[in-house]
């Protein structure tokens, strides 16, 4: 029973519990680097501890996975880090009840907005994902969405574009996903996960995909 459930249940499974001694890590992360590099605006809980679960754990522990995979931005001018670009853009990271989407950009306040819900799965690839498609949302300035094709009640880029230059926040999904899965320094367990968060993005979010760019992906063809 044991090997079965090891071979054929464990790998479909979703483990996105914190240890106690990760959550120690994760308290001293939020309280000693988080809060000096990005700016918190409003709906977190201010407490002397950090509770784990919560959505305060789950925010530091995305962060902490963009800051220490120390991906680089490849094809970028200056090619910085995903997590040193984020701090050059100085969003505040704020928690609010959306209504249906993960996350939110606000220009003007340079506002960062993540749902509850998205926090409250835990699921930190995911988190750190959805941080950085509206980090590019925020460097562009305006929304680039459009209506989906197939689904005009969902938003989506116009095309999938590899070109960190000029992809939309959709495509910035992909570029990190994929660096995500490529890299030395994360775990098989976040490669899974990346690689299932960049399957359904490449699947509904794009209302234009080259021909062999699964192949280029190694996704299975769009549904």
Not at 54 to 81: C, H, K, W, Y
Not at 84 to 93: D, G, M, T, Y
Request: aromatic content about 10%; some cysteine; overall charge neutral.
């Amino acid at each position: 029973m044991g090997a079965g459930y090891l071979a054929f249940v464990y790998p479909h499974t979703n483990d996105f519990s914190i240890s106690p001694s990760e959550c120690q890590k994760l308290d001293t992360y939020w309280r000693v680097k988080l809060q000096r590099d990005f700016q918190l605006g409003s709906g977190w809980k201010n407490s002397d501890t950090l509770a784990c679960p919560s959505n305060e754990a789950s925010l530091a522990r995305a962060i902490r996975f963009i800051d220490e995979a120390q991906l680089v931005m490849s094809g970028r001018p200056a090619t910085p880090s995903y997590y040193q670009w984020a701090k050059e853009l100085k969003p505040r990271l704020s928690q609010n009840i959306l209504f249906g989407l993960a996350g939110r950009t606000r220009f003007e306040e340079r506002i960062i907005e993540l749902s509850p819900i998205l926090l409250d799965k835990a699921n930190w690839v995911q988190i750190a994902g959805v941080i950085v498609h509206e980090l590019r949302h925020l460097e562009q300035g305006v929304n680039t969405h459009v209506p989906c094709k197939a689904e005009p009640g969902l938003a989506c880029d116009r095309e999938l574009d590899l070109n960190p230059e000029t992809g939309d926040a959709y495509s910035y999904n992909i570029l990190f996903l994929r660096d995500v899965r490529g890299s030395s320094t994360t775990s098989s367990y976040e490669k899974k996960l990346a690689t299932r968060e960049m399957q359904s993005i490449f699947n509904k979010r794009f209302n234009a995909v080259a021909p062999d760019l699964f192949k280029t992906l190694q996704l299975q063809p769009r549904t």
